[in-house]
């Protein structure tokens, strides 16, 4: 765990797209007792990064990645996005992309990817002109008037992503957006992922439990304990970009999956 | 749901053969023609019924107490059916209670609603309320739970207000459920009116039905019955095909 001195303030200039964790901690309040879910995280992550958060079920990341996203408050310590606080949902700083089946099954890939223009009242044609760009950038083309139900698991997610993209906020959020998927749209849609981050340059906060897919995509690695949910390590994954499938039998790779499963191990 | 065209004339073939088997048993004298008039002259009654001013008359009658019943009950008991379902302690006392309410067939009751009401137009819409409320009330409930909450937790990071997480969350969500209740609910409805009619009236085309089966009537009372038959055909088949419209995209 980083101490807490150790993050220097970004100048404020530089800080969009920045997302900083200071002593955040969560206790649930139960009517027999109180429980710890998150105790002292202090994490930073750099404009520009990709971050992936792993750690056992119950350690809290996915409640760390719905305080970063407005949507759930911490009990304690800080959490700053372009270095303001965060007290309620702000699309216009933070995309979200959730598990499966969060887009509206009566509405179109395009109307689901302009609903939150829609919300904000943007104009028809700027909207329907916003979400092709997205749709394009997602590699869904033409896609725009298919229902979801007409859509595999792979493009309702790129549909998700768009949704997260479209207006463009400097950070973006993912639950677990692969998990549903099967290992082989998995692994395209973790290119897929890259790619489009590589063109946007987002800051990118991703949640998995799939070891694999924390060490290809990440840049940094954040490994949590469970009961109360720490950060047990931080660590840099080295590998060049592009990343290939080759890497992935590499000694780099098999080291750091080795080393964030043996944290989880002795923590589970 | 239509199916291909290979089904729909399959359909229209039994419908038919049924017909044809009802002219068959009475022309042929199997079934005694006094008991079943022909399908012929029954639907040829049915003519006859309609240019009469007095059936066209009870057939408002019962068209005005089964509408007013229908938009009293369905309302009320959709505001009730949200608001427990919106709240957990009224959700978990409720519910049970519902159920019990519901399994009670409403025909004991009718009895009851006369001595209240007296019969009349107040007594028909009553019952017909009474008959139809509790479907609504838990078909409502259950509309209220088909909406996601991966839905609404998507609303919210986008920054939705409570208007439009109503309107574009909620409404949207619900819809199917919600027209499957209407249709539902005019079932339970029209019958509840029809039996009232049917068991003390002095008008309506319950009580216009009961009189010709009372009176040996039989082409009348199967011209009466098939015009009531198509009638609420027809409004199941229309909300039918308002619910495929709206709710294409369920799977």
Not at chain 2, 17 to 43: K, M, Q, Y
Not at chain 2, 212 to 224: H, I, V
């Amino acid at each position: 765990m980083q101490p807490l001195a150790n993050i220097t303030p970004l100048k404020p200039a530089s800080r969009a797209g920045a997302v900083e964790i200071r002593g955040v901690g969560q206790v649930f309040k139960t009517s027999t007792q109180d429980v710890t879910a998150l105790e002292d995280v202090s994490m930073e992550v750099k404009p520009g990064r990709f971050v992936v958060l792993v750690g056992p079920s119950g350690c809290g990341k996915s409640t760390l990645l719905m305080m970063m996203a407005g949507l759930r408050q911490q009990t304690s310590g800080t959490v700053l996005i372009n270095g303001a606080p965060i007290p309620k949902p702000d699309p216009n700083r933070v995309g979200v992309v959730f598990q499966e089946a969060s887009l509206f099954p009566w509405l179109t890939a395009e109307e689901n990817i302009e609903f939150p223009l829609t919300l904000r009242g943007t104009p028809k044609v700027e909207r329907r002109a916003k979400a092709q760009d997205a749709l394009k950038l997602v590699g869904l083309d033409g896609f725009g008037k298919r229902h979801p139900h007409e859509l595999s698991g792979g493009m309702k997610q790129r549909v998700s992503i768009a949704r997260g993209l479209v207006q463009d906020p400097p950070v973006l959020l993912m639950d677990e957006p692969f998990a549903a998927l099967d290992e082989q749209t998995r692994m395209t849609m973790g290119d897929e992922l890259l790619r489009i981050w590589a063109a946007t340059g987002k800051t990118v906060v991703f949640v998995t439990h799939s070891l694999t897919e924390a060490v290809y995509l990440a840049d940094e690695v954040v490994v949590m304990s469970a009961r109360p949910g720490r950060i047990v390590d931080h660590l840099t994954v080295s590998l060049p970009r592009p990343r290939t499938y080759e890497m992935l039998s590499g000694d780099v790779f098999g080291s750091l999956r080795d080393r964030i499963w043996r944290h989880i191990r002795k923590s589970a | 749901m239509s199916g291909t065209l290979g089904f729909k004339l399959a359909r229209v073939a039994v419908v038919v053969a049924v017909f044809l088997l009802w002219e068959t048993l009475s022309r042929t004298g199997i079934v005694n023609p006094r008991l079943l008039p022909s399908a012929s002259d029954s639907l040829a009654m049915l003519g006859e019924l309609l240019q009469r001013a007095s059936v066209r008359n009870d057939l408002l009658v019962t068209a005005s107490e089964v509408l007013t019943a229908f938009i009293l009950a369905v309302p009320l008991g959709a505001l009730i059916g949200f608001l427990i379902a919106e709240n957990r302690y009224f959700a978990d006392v409720a519910k049970p209670l519902l159920f019990f309410a519901f399994s009670i067939p409403k025909s004991i009751f009718l009895p009851m609603f006369i001595l209240v009401f007296g019969v009349g137009f107040a007594e028909k819409v009553g019952y017909g309320f009474f008959s139809t409320i509790f479907i609504v009330i838990m078909s409502t409930t259950a509309a209220v739970e088909s909406v996601k909450i991966e839905h609404l937790t998507v609303a919210r990071s986008y920054g939705a207000t409570t208007a439009q997480t109503a309107f574009r969350v909620y409404l949207p969500s619900m819809l199917p459920v919600l027209l499957e209740a209407l249709r539902i609910s005019m079932i339970f409805n029209l019958t509840g009116v029809m039996l009232a009619e049917m068991y003390a009236s002095r008008n309506g085309f319950g009580h216009q039905i009961a009189t010709w089966g009372e009176n040996f009537q039989m082409k009348q009372l199967l011209a009466g019955v098939v015009m009531i038959s198509v009638i609420a055909i027809a409004f199941n088949e229309l909300i039918r095909w308002i619910e495929t419209r709206c709710s294409h995209w369920r799977t």
